[in-house]
């Protein structure tokens, strides 16, 4: 069975899962991060190789300040807790993601997550904190253009695609092969826009954190019964 190199998903459906159950959208974040542990557990059963979770938008400051500060504090217990059964298993953490406005506790501990799992050479998980498409094209544009003056570069010579790329947030991880978008809902919000240039795209109305290793196996069947074709023939 074709398996996807890179898998992006739109984890999505916390707050909707958490109404349903009369629970604060907090209590469906926290419920949203124990999916990502189990998704962890299924990945490395199905033998899955860089996987990007979305976990805060550019455009997610627009939400009140008291769920803003529970999703950061979750992620800082997330890693907290995890981190010890992260490196056990060989996962490698890496953060895509503008580093303004995350709170310093929060960045500190990505940072260590990354530092302490930098040799291992298992799954990639990219936590996408702070993420927004728009933004990374953008800040790359504006790292190229300070490059080429650090090295005194002819700044009016044509951007070739590998040389943008190198400078954005997911660089050097491949370009997405499957995106995921949990909830029902049916848009990219942002996310990867560029790397998702060619990937297949998998919607499912289950909610963020109902979703298991059976959705995972529904999402990875389907992309195998999809031809891709890159603009060319089959
Ligand atoms: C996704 O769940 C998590 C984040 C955006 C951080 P939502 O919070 O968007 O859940 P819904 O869409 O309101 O159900
Ligand atoms: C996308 O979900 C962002 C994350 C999952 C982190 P949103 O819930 O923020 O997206 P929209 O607003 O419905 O497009
Ligand atoms: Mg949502």
């Given amino acids: 069975m074709e398996t996807p190199k890179h898998i992006a998903i739109i984890m999505d459906g916390n707050g909707r899962w958490a109404t349903s159950k009369n629970l604060s959208r907090s209590e469906g974040h926290r419920e949203g991060s124990i999916a990502i542990d189990r998704l962890m557990d299924s990945a490395m059963e199905f033998d899955l190789k860089y996987i990007s979770l979305y976990a805060f938008s550019t455009e997610n400051w627009k939400r009140p300040i008291a769920e803003i500060k529970a999703i950061f504090n979750l992620l800082d217990e997330f890693i907290s807790t995890r981190l010890e059964k992260i490196k056990k298993n060989n996962i490698k953490v890496l953060h895509s993601g503008s580093e303004s406005k995350v709170p310093l506790q929060s960045m500190k501990q990505i940072k260590r997550a990354i530092k302490e799992t930098e040799k291992n050479t298992g799954i990639v998980l990219n936590f996408c904190l702070n993420y927004g498409s728009q933004d990374e094209i953008l800040n790359s544009i504006s790292l190229l253009i300070h490059d080429r003056i650090s090295k005194n570069k002819d700044l009016t010579k044509k951007i070739k695609k590998e040389e943008l790329e190198n400078f954005f947030y997911t660089y050097p991880i491949p370009d997405v092969d499957l995106m995921i978008r949990t909830a029902g809902e049916q848009r990219i919000s ?45």
């Fill in 190 to 234: 942002n996310f990867l826009l560029w790397q998702s240039a060619y990937a297949e795209i998998y919607f499912t109305d289950c909610l963020w954190p109902d979703f298991d290793k059976k959705e995972l196996k529904l999402a990875l069947d389907w992309y195998a019964g999809r031809t891709r074709k890159f603009g060319g023939l089959k």
